[in-house]
């Protein structure tokens, strides 16, 4: 009877998510190298190519001259500027307006000018996070529906998985009967990858629907690390312009001390790497630099500057806390095969086909229930 009501709701789970599953198996084996496909279809839009001079021969213009070349020429103040990973990557500057460009550091160029969403990573990352959707508020409704969705393909492997342990001759099972025909072969390596790959499907599943669900999947891994997510406290000040400027310091220009304070972020976080620099929207706001540590898998260290003078006024380093914000702070890498080395990103597309997988032959066993799935030579291997 038990496994009847695991079938049933093996099935069940399946049929209400199945689309939204190969939706976001398909988007996120894509999404997985769209970043690849988008600069080797247009190179001369995400690489700097100073043709035969290497860049590291050449020097990046200074912080300040940077920032008055690109408001002068866009006619936008700027929100904040991404530095890329490599040295041969654009800088990618936000505008107030929303808009993004592409920029040549060494030289102030603009390379290109877009919205985010309008790139075929922006549009790959939409489909696998909200299926493509807005509604006219702007709100993107599907988000909770890909996140059920996840939720439900976590539920199929855990019963998945209660299914395969409940006949005798488990391991038996594993086995592939090549002379069998195509349905036997399917429901085969269906039982079969699925109880291999369920560990890292439901890790990934898990970590993704991290990003819709917050608060409840931080308890969870509070609660199996037994420690805290720990974040920065530090609220910045609002700076005082009226005793800068009896200093002979112009308010007017908030970004006076940002060469000094870009240098100094190396020294604040040892081995720091800067990702982002927000600038100050007002005269008396901070500089804040988001900033990736050598032992981080990506950037959620912090440090603040006062951006008249270049002085650091406070740090946050993610490296150095507890177990719950490690496991925490590590959950984008891990979901997008970004870690160790490229061999896991291959590992990672296979494993964001299997949900397609799964759920494809999944539906035509069903279509197909009321014939035998297995004959008197295949029972031994199947059972």
């Known amino acids: 009877m038990l496994k009847f009501w695991l079938k049933r709701c093996h099935l069940i789970l399946a049929l209400i998510s199945g689309i939204f599953l190969i939706n976001i198996s398909l988007s996120g084996a894509l999404l997985l190298f769209a970043k690849d496909i988008q600069t080797m279809i247009n190179p001369q839009y995400w690489l700097i190519n100073h043709g035969s001079e290497s860049t590291a021969t050449v020097e990046v213009l200074p912080l300040s001259a940077l920032i008055t070349e690109i408001e002068n020429k866009t006619g ?8 890329p990973e490599h040295s041969s990557g654009v800088w990618q500057v936000k505008l107030m307006n929303e808009k993004i460009v592409n ?62 342990m409940k006949p005798k001759h488990r391991l038996k099972r594993f086995k592939i009967n090549h002379r069998a025909n195509i349905k036997i072969k399917l429901y085969q390596l269906h039982g079969s990858i699925g109880i291999i790959c ?11 629907i991290t990003f819709y669900w917050s608060e409840q999947t931080k308890n969870i891994v509070q609660w199996l690390t037994g420690s ?3 974040q920065h406290n530090f609220q910045p000040p609002q700076l005082d312009i009226q005793k800068k400027s009896k200093n002979n310091f112009d308010p007017s220009v908030n970004v006076k001390g940002i060469d000094k304070a870009y240098s ?20 008396n706001d901070v500089l804040v630099f988001r900033v990736k540590t050598l032992s981080e898998s990506h950037a959620y260290s912090w440090v603040w500057a006062d951006p008249h003078t270049g002085e650091v006024l406070d740090s946050f380093n993610a ?7 490690q496991v925490w702070n590590f959950r984008y890498k891990f979901h997008i095969g970004e870690f160790v080395a490229l061999p896991i990103k291959f590992i990672w597309l296979f494993l964001s086909i299997l949900p397609a997988f799964f759920v494809s032959s999944g539906i035509y066993f069903w279509l197909k229930r009321k014939k035998p799935l297995i004959n008197d030579k295949n029972i031994n291997i199947v059972n």
């Open 76 to 83: 936008e103040k700027i929100n904040f500027i991404e530095l």
């Open 319 to 325: 490296s150095n806390q507890s177990l719950a914000t």
């Open 264 to 283: 100094t972020v190396p020294l604040s976080l040892p081995n720091g790497k800067v990702f982002r620099i927000y600038l100050p929207k007002k005269s």
């Open 228 to 230: 805290k997510v720990q």
């Open 198 to 208: 369920a560990v890292p499907l439901l890790l990934i599943a898990f970590s993704g």
């Open 103 to 164: 920029i040549d550091p060494y030289t102030a160029e603009i390379l290109l000018t877009h919205r985010f969403y309008d790139t075929f990573y922006g549009f790959v990352m939409a489909w696998h996070r909200w299926l493509l959707y807005r509604n006219s508020q702007g709100e993107m409704p599907m988000q909770q529906v890909i996140a059920t969705s996840s939720l439900f393909f976590m539920l199929q492997l855990i019963i998945g998985f209660l299914l395969w």
